[in-house]
C-alpha cells in the first residue's frame, strides 16, 4: 500500500489487464506502433486509432511527458491512457522529469475521469531506451508521491518480462516497501 492506494508489481501482458484503464506508452503523434503501443492498438481494435485521430486533428498528438484518454476498444479496460516518454539522449535533457511527468499525467487524467484502477506498463524503456534501473526509480518516485497526496483504489505495473519485473520490484524495496506487505 502507498498510503490508502494498493499496489500491485506483476509480470505479464497489459492488454489483458481488468484495471478501468491501462497506460499505453505512446509517440506524440498518437499513430500506433510496435512494442506495448502495437500490442494495445491491435488487442483494443480500430476505435482506439478512431478516437487518437480525433485527438490529433484537435491537437496535434501529445506531447512527451503528458497524456491523453481513449475508449479501450476490446479491450476489458474501459479506457487507455495514452503518455508520452521521452527518448533517452543520455540523461541531460530532462529525461527523468519528463518521465515522471508521464506517469503523473496519467494518474490526474485518471483522477480527472473518475478511475480508480490503472495499470503501467515500463514507459520508455524499449525502443525509446531509457535505462531500465533508473526509467523504474524515477516511475516508483513519481507514482508514490502522487499517490501520497491523491489516492487511488489500485494501481498496477505489468511488467512485460522478469528483468523489468525485477528491476521494479528493487525500485519498490529500496523506497522502503517490500513485497508480500506493502507491494503484492
Known amino acids: 500500500m502507498v498510503g490508502q492506494t494498493r499496489v500491485v508489481l506483476l509480470q505479464g501482458d497489459i492488454t489483458e489487464q ?3 484503464a491501462i497506460v499505453n506508452a505512446a509517440n506524440s503523434r498518437l499513430a500506433g506502433g510496435g512494442g506495448v ?4 492498438h491491435r488487442a483494443g481494435g480500430p476505435a482506439i486509432m478512431a ?3 480525433e485527438i490529433r486533428a484537435r491537437q496535434g498528438g501529445c506531447p512527451t511527458g503528458q497524456a491523453v484518454l481513449t475508449t479501450g476498444g476490446r479491450l476489458k479496460a474501459q479506457y487507455v491512457i495514452h503518455t508520452v516518454g521521452p527518448i533517452w539522449r543520455g540523461g541531460d535533457h530532462n529525461e527523468d522529469q519528463l518521465l515522471a511527468s508521464a506517469y503523473q ?30 526509467a523504474a526509480a524515477v516511475a516508483v518516485r513519481a507514482v508514490e508521491g502522487f499517490l ?12 512485460f518480462s522478469q528483468r ?14 517490500q513485497q508480500g506487505k506493502n507491494v503484492e
Not at 485518471?110 to 535505462?131: C, D, E, M, N, R
Not at 501520497?148 to 511488467?159: A, D, G, S
Not at 523489468?164 to 516497501?177: I, K, S
Open 18 to 20: 481488468d484495471t478501468q
Open 105 to 134: 499525467s496519467s494518474l490526474r487524467l485518471a483522477l480527472q475521469h473518475g478511475i480508480k484502477s490503472v495499470a503501467f506498463p515500463s514507459i520508455s524503456t524499449g525502443a525509446y531506451g531509457f535505462p531500465l534501473e533508473r
Open 51 to 53: 478516437q487518437c485521430d
Open 37 to 40: 503501443d502495437g500490442a494495445i
Open 148 to 159: 501520497l497526496e491523491q489516492p487511488l483504489q489500485e494501481v498496477r505495473w505489468v511488467l
Open 164 to 177: 523489468d519485473f525485477q528491476a521494479y520490484l528493487r525500485a519498490w524495496q529500496e523506497r522502503g516497501y
